[in-house]
C-alpha cells in the first residue's frame, strides 16, 4: 500500500496541513512525501475520566433562572460532571491516560511523549509534566501542554503524529483534559449551563507507514473572532498601576486573574456551523476520501443542534453521530476522547472503523481529522 504526506503552507490566519494515506476505496494522492517521514502512527488506546459530581439541570434551576425543558431543547445536556474536592485535573488526565495504557498493554515508562492539551491547567506554565509524575514512570518523557480550547485535542493529535512521523517518537499520550467549571460564571445561565469538566486520552503509537491511521486533517485558527468566546486576563489591576502621565502610581501590581467565560451564543453557534462541515470537506478530500467512507462524525460535543446541524449539512445520517453530550455537556478538550472512549469500550467503534473528528471553539480555533481506530 502507497503512502504520501504533504505539508502545504499556510497563510495568516489558517493553516491547513494535509497528510494523506492510501486506504481502501481510496487513491494516494501524489507523492510529495518530505524525505524524514518514514513512519506511520496509529491509535491503539483510549480512556477516560470523569469528576463523581454529577450537576443536573434541575440542579442548576436552584441557581440561575433556567429549568430542564429549555436547556434540554435548546442543547440536548441534562447533566454535567463537576470536579470538587480532592480532584484535580492532572488526576483526571492521569486517569485517562492509566486507562489508555492498560487498552494498548503498554508499560508508563515506554511513553516518550505526553501531549495535555487543555486551557485550564493547574499551573500558570502548564500541567503536563505532572502527568508522568502521577503516571509513576520511572524515566522521565518530554511533556508539554497545548492551549488549544476546544480544538486542542485534534491539534494534539496532529502534533502527536507529526513528533511520531519526524521526530522518531514511539508511544505518545494525547490527552485532552478540561476543568472549565472553575471559569463559570454561576450566574450567568447563558454559559453555565453548558460547560463540564473531564479528560480523555489516546496513545498514539509509531508503525509501520503502510499501517498509518490518520489519513488526513485541516486546521485553522482566526483571532478576529476572538471577542465571541473568550476568558481574558483582567487589565485593571495593571492601568492601576500607572497614572494618567504614564507614572507608577500602585506598585507592585495586583496579581493578575483570568475573567469567567464569555461568550456570544448565537455568533458561536454561526460560526460552528458554519465552517466545520467545510472543515470535515477538506481533511476527507485530503485523506483521498468521501462523506460515504467514514462509519463515524465524532464532532467536539458542544450543542446537541450544532452536531445535528454538520451531520445534516455533510449528509450523515444520525445514527453515523456519536453523541454523549446529554451526560457531559461542553468538555471542551476533553470532549472527542471521551467520546471517543465510551463509543470504543461500548462496541460501538470497532477497530478498523474510520471516524471524521471535528473540534472547534475559542480562539477562534478549529479543525478536522479523518482517523482509523485500532
Ligand atoms: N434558561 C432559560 N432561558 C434562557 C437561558 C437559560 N439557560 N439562557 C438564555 N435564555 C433566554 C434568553 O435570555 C432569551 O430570552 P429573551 O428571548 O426573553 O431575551 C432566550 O432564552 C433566547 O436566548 P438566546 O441566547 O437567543 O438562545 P439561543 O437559542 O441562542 O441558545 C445557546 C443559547 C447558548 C444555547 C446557544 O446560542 C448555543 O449553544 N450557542 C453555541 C455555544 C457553544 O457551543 N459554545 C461553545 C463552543 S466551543
Known amino acids: 500500500m502507497a503512502n504520501a ?22 487513491s494516494a494522492s501524489h507523492s510529495r512525501l518530505p524525505r524524514f517521514v518514514s513512519k506511520g502512527c496509529k491509535l491503539v488506546g483510549c480512556g477516560s475520566a470523569v469528576p463523581s459530581l454529577k450537576v443536573s439541570n434541575d440542579d442548576l434551576a ?17 447533566n454535567r460532571r463537576i470536579i470538587s474536592g480532592k480532584e ?3 488526576g483526571l488526565a492521569a486517569e485517562a491516560a492509566r486507562k489508555a495504557l492498560e487498552m494498548a498493554e503498554v508499560n508508563p515508562d515506554d511513553v516518550d511523549l505526553v501531549l495535555l492539551c487543555s486551557s485550564t491547567p493547574e499551573n500558570l506554565f502548564g500541567s503536563a509534566t505532572q502527568i508522568p509524575k502521577a503516571l509513576g514512570c520511572k524515566k522521565t518523557p ?11 485535542f485534534i491539534l494534539g493529535l496532529v502534533s502527536g503524529s507529526s513528533h511520531i512521523r519526524g521526530s522518531g517518537f514511539k508511544n505518545v499520550l494525547v490527552i485532552g483534559a478540561e476543568a472549565l467549571s472553575r471559569y463559570t460564571d454561576w450566574t450567568d445561565r447563558g454559559t453555565c449551563i453548558l460547560f463540564g469538566d473531564a479528560a480523555g486520552a489516546v496513545l498514539l503509537q509509531a508503525c509501520a507507514v503502510e499501517d498509518d491511521c490518520l489519513f488526513g486533517f485541516d486546521l485553522h485558527s482566526d483571532g478576529d473572532g476572538h471577542r465571541h468566546l473568550n476568558a481574558t486576563m483582567e487589565q485593571k489591576e495593571l492601568d492601576d498601576a ?13 496579581h ?19 465552517v466545520v462541515p467545510q472543515s470535515v470537506e477538506f481533511a476527507l478530500q485530503n485523506a483521498g476520501l468521501t462523506v460515504s467512507s467514514i462509519d463515524w462524525l465524532l464532532l467536539h460535543q458542544a450543542n446537541q443542534r450544532i452536531l445535528d446541524a454538520v451531520a445534516k449539512r ?55 481529522i479523518i482517523i482509523k481506530w485500532g
Open 142 to 152: 518530554l511533556a508539554y501542554d497545548i492551549t488549544a480550547a476546544c480544538s486542542g
Open 88 to 90: 484535580s485535573l492532572v
Open 242 to 254: 500607572a497614572d494618567s502621565n504614564g507614572s507608577v502610581v500602585g506598585f507592585p501590581p495586583n
Open 314 to 368: 455533510l449528509e450523515v445520517p444520525s445514527e453515523r453521530v456519536i453523541s454523549n453530550i446529554a451526560n457531559y455537556g461542553n468538555t471542551s478538550a476533553a470532549s472527542i476522547p471521551l467520546a471517543l472512549d465510551e463509543a470504543v469500550r461500548s462496541g460501538r467503534i470497532q477497530p478498523g472503523h474510520t471516524i471524521a473528528a471535528a473540534g472547534f471553539g475559542a480562539g477562534l480555533t478549529w479543525g478536522s
Open 5 to 26: 504526506c504533504g505539508w502545504v503552507c499556510s497563510d495568516s490566519v489558517s493553516a491547513r496541513v494535509m497528510c494523506t494515506s492510501s486506504v481502501e476505496g481510496a
Open 256 to 274: 493578575a486573574s483570568y475573567s469567567c467565560i464569555k461568550m456570544n451564543g448565537k455568533e458561536v453557534f454561526r460560526f460552528a456551523v458554519g
Open 62 to 78: 436552584k441557581i440561575v433562572e433556567t429549568n430542564d425543558e429549555w436547556i434540554s431543547t435548546r442543547t440536548g445536556i441534562r
